[in-house]
């Protein structure tokens, strides 16, 4: 601890052979090279000789924070009043300074059931539309490839949050925590080309029914699929490499999973090309929300005009607006969490608003088209029987 010392990685309840293994390796480096690393930090050094630390480690911990949490520990230590207790956890949360919450094991019990219950609803649907050749339509086909997007997005945010819940230190490596922010922000990006994909499907069946299948031909929906998943995996490529080249300078990300802005913040210098490439890859995607809204508007246009094309409108249309109006909904609770003054709201409502995308549509896909499509919710309950049926056979 302290500016100048140099700690190996040790935990505060270390038991008598964790102690004896740190002996050991100051005892083999002196042997070998005649070293004694005299820049450990004083409370390490006589916890190590003499059993117990003499030196006061608050000292220490004064010194290894920033100027400004110094203040904030130092008037908290003056008049625990004067300092607002959102902002006293909110930092010792940052250094680990918390003990276990009693809350972890019910946490992790919500989260695991969770989890399960996303892969399910979304294996089955995905499932069902191979099982059935009735669904072999490009809207199923599309709807299938928008529950798998939503598996790959969530693998990278659960196994180690359910792992963090287990664990008394919430540490993550560089390397993963790159490719956990590629994960989750790659299955957001292709989730709004496959919806793009999917509006596009909807104006074809409704506002140029005769020549549907002349133009979604078994050709094109692969072709539709291929740029839906290459564009966001390539274009987010280009991100992670202008990332890799910014150094490090910092090590504690103030989020439940690592992203692009929370790594950039860590950086030693400005990172101006990343922000403009990002600006470029949002201004792509609000172009393609606009694309979305042109759709249904001429969609609205052509059904209002009758009761049939209300009908049509309301089983294949209602459920694909509501997903995209919960993924919207809640990828500006992640905005939100980013870039608008995040920094005042209380640390458990930040964390609330930053995993809504990982929650809510990966939930809500699946059962909104499964109650909402008839033939979806007919093919289910088909196979459920024949697997019934089979069962008892």
Same mark, same amino acid.
């Given at each position: ?16 052979? $964790? ?6 390796? +100051? ?12 820049? /450990?930090?004083?409370?390490? @050094? ?8 003499? =030196?006061? %480690? ?25 300092? $607002?207790?959102?902002? @006293?956890?909110?930092?010792?949360? #940052?250094? $680990? ?28 649907? *995905? /499932? ?5 050749? =009735? ?7 599309? /709807?299938?490839?928008? %529950? ?14 359910? +792992? ?25 990006? &292709? $989730?709004?080309? +496959?919806?793009? #994909? ?34 966001? @995996? ?14 490090? &300078? ?21 990172? *101006? ?19 979305? !809204? ?22 294949? &249309? ?52 499964? !109650? ?22």
């Amino acid at each position: 601890m302290g500016r100048d010392a140099k700690v190996p990685f040790i935990r505060h309840d270390f038991q008598i052979e $964790e102690w004896k293994a740190v002996a050991r390796v +100051l005892v083999l480096v002196w042997k070998r090279a005649g070293y004694f690393p005299v820049q /450990l930090a004083a409370p390490f @050094l006589e916890e190590v000789l003499y059993g117990s630390a003499v =030196s006061s %480690c608050k000292d220490g911990f004064l010194q290894y924070v920033s100027d400004q949490e110094r203040q904030i520990l130092l008037r908290a230590l003056d008049d625990i009043d004067s300092v $607002e207790m959102e902002t @006293l956890l909110d930092l010792l949360d #940052v250094h $680990e300074c918390h003990q276990g919450s009693v809350y972890k094991p019910m946490c992790f019990l919500l989260a695991f059931v969770l989890y399960i219950l996303i892969i399910t609803v979304n294996l089955t649907l *995905i /499932l069902t539309v191979i099982m059935e050749k =009735s669904l072999h339509e490009p809207m199923y086909i599309f /709807l299938s490839n928008l %529950c798998v997007n939503s598996l790959y997005g969530t693998i990278g945010f659960y196994p180690k949050f359910l +792992l963090d819940l287990q664990a008394d230190t919430h540490t993550i490596t560089y390397s993963w925590c790159i490719t956990q922010a590629y994960v989750i922000y790659t299955s957001v990006m &292709c $989730e709004i080309t +496959l919806l793009t #994909v999917m509006s596009y499907d909807r104006y074809v069946a409704i506002c140029r029914p005769l020549q549907y299948h002349s133009i979604l031909t078994p050709h094109a929906v692969l072709k539709l699929l291929v740029v839906a998943w290459a564009y966001p @995996l390539l274009t987010s490529v280009a991100s992670v490499i202008l990332t890799l080249r910014i150094p490090i &300078c910092g090590s504690h990300i103030r989020k439940l999973f690592c992203d692009n802005p929370s790594i950039l913040k860590l950086g030693c210098s400005l990172a *101006i090309a990343n922000q403009v490439w990002s600006m470029l890859l949002i201004t792509a995607y609000c172009i393609q929300f606009v694309l979305i !809204l042109i759709s249904y508007a001429r969609i609205v246009q052509v059904c209002i005009s009758s009761s049939e094309g209300r009908t049509k409108f309301a089983k294949t &249309c209602v459920p694909h607006i509501l997903v995209i109006a919960i993924f919207i909904m809640t990828t500006l609770f992640d905005v939100s969490y980013s870039w608008v003054g995040s920094e005042n709201l209380p640390i458990s409502v930040r964390n609330a608003l930053a995993i809504q995308f990982l929650i809510l549509p990966p939930l809500s896909n699946p059962i909104t088209y499964g !109650l909402q499509l008839p033939q979806i919710r007919k093919a289910v309950f088909r196979q459920g029987c024949k697997h019934k049926m089979c069962h008892q056979r």
